[in-house]
């Protein structure tokens, strides 16, 4: 029994580990995709709207992002007592904090972006909001950076101290020191952060639908049949925003059963399992944002249908 368990772990350990390649290789390609698709636009029409930079800054990091977990596994797997040491768990906890940062806030701005194209309220403030929309998502990119240099700050000094005490009892290795002694603090400090942008998405999803609710009421007293442009609009938005909420809610999770069970991250199959969840959402948002826009999505099908007839030809030959 004990030896057909210790199987079907190893088997589950490299299904994992065989999903985590893929979704890496599935995230780079549509990051990349829709990357290399917007910078195209910008260079025949020789102009960059809004929306066409936060998806290219989006894409940008998210490859970065992506990337740099693909090279982190790799140093876990071929330099394991490098990753051990307090200098590398600093460094490493500042590169991920930026990256994270970045995929996080750029798709919350267009969350926020979505909201004020879209939304139609006759409040004062709002239209003020909605006809400096571009202003609204730099003063928003603005205070994220304030929000990061604060993390930065708080984790590193937690790290810091972490370090200070190892020192006064090196007994052991300072990584299981760290992971016994701070990693709890660490990622408290995470899950804080990371509601910020977490709670104005979902502020932004839930005025897009009571904004949904009350145009619908208006076409109903002008007695108008079928869907017009502007309700499309409204639920092409709350689709994105749902899909972006939804992923966003299972990378949280994972994080929240992390804080709330460590023996589990001593468990190498559970780290990998993690480590799936996280890279979900880089990987798969790409995917809904390209789906949701019609140039991306035409030009996705096309890319497709080439590759598809390019096939169809070799087999022929």
């Known amino acids: 029994m004990q030896h057909l368990w210790k ?3 190893v088997i589950s350990h ?3 580990s065989v999903i985590l ?15 290399l698709v917007h910078c ?23 490859i970065f992002q992506l990337c ?5 596994l790799l140093l876990n797997f071929s330099y394991p007592d490098l990753t051990m040491r307090s200098r590398m768990i600093q460094v490493s906890n500042n590169v991920w904090i930026i990256a994270n940062h970045f995929s996080m806030w750029l798709a919350t701005c267009l969350s926020v972006l979505y909201f004020l194209k879209i939304s139609n309220f006759s409040i004062s ?10 202003k609204v ?3 928003t990119l603005l205070v994220s950076l304030v929000l990061l240099i604060l993390k930065i700050v708080l984790i590193n000094m937690e790290i810091i101290l972490c370090i200070n005490e190892y020192q006064k009892n090196i007994s052991c290795s300072f990584n299981f020191y760290y992971h016994e002694s701070c990693w709890r603090q660490v990622l408290s400090l995470h899950i804080v952060f990371l509601s910020v942008p ?12 009571f904004s949904l609710w009350t145009h619908h009421k208006r076409m109903q007293q002008h007695v108008q049949g079928g869907r017009d442009a502007r309700t499309t609009a409204h639920v092409k938005a709350l689709q994105t925003v749902i899909a972006f909420l939804l992923l966003y809610s299972i990378f949280i999770l994972s994080v929240l059963i992390q804080l709330w069970n460590y023996e589990l991250l001593k468990k190498n199959i559970y780290i990998v399992f993690c480590q799936v969840i996280y890279t979900a959402f880089p990987s798969f948002h790409s995917y809904v944002l390209i789906w949701g826009d019609m140039k991306l999505r035409q030009a996705c099908l096309s890319v497709l249908w080439r590759l598809k007839c390019n096939y169809a030809e070799t087999l022929d030959l």
């Open 14 to 16: 490299s299904t994992l």
């Open 40 to 62: 195209m636009d910008c260079v025949k029409g020789k102009k960059m709207s809004l929306i066409n930079q936060i998806l290219i800054a989006l894409s940008i990091s998210r």
């Open 125 to 134: 403030l709002f239209l003020y909001l909605k006809w400096r929309v571009g």
């Open 198 to 209: 977490f709670v104005l998405s979902l502020s932004t999803f839930l005025l897009l639908i």
């Open 21 to 35: 390649i893929m979704e890496l290789v599935i995230g780079i390609i549509g990051n990349g995709f829709m990357a």
């Open 68 to 72: 740099l977990l693909f090279i982190s």
């Open 137 to 139: 998502v730099s003063a």
């Open 7 to 9: 199987k079907i772990f």
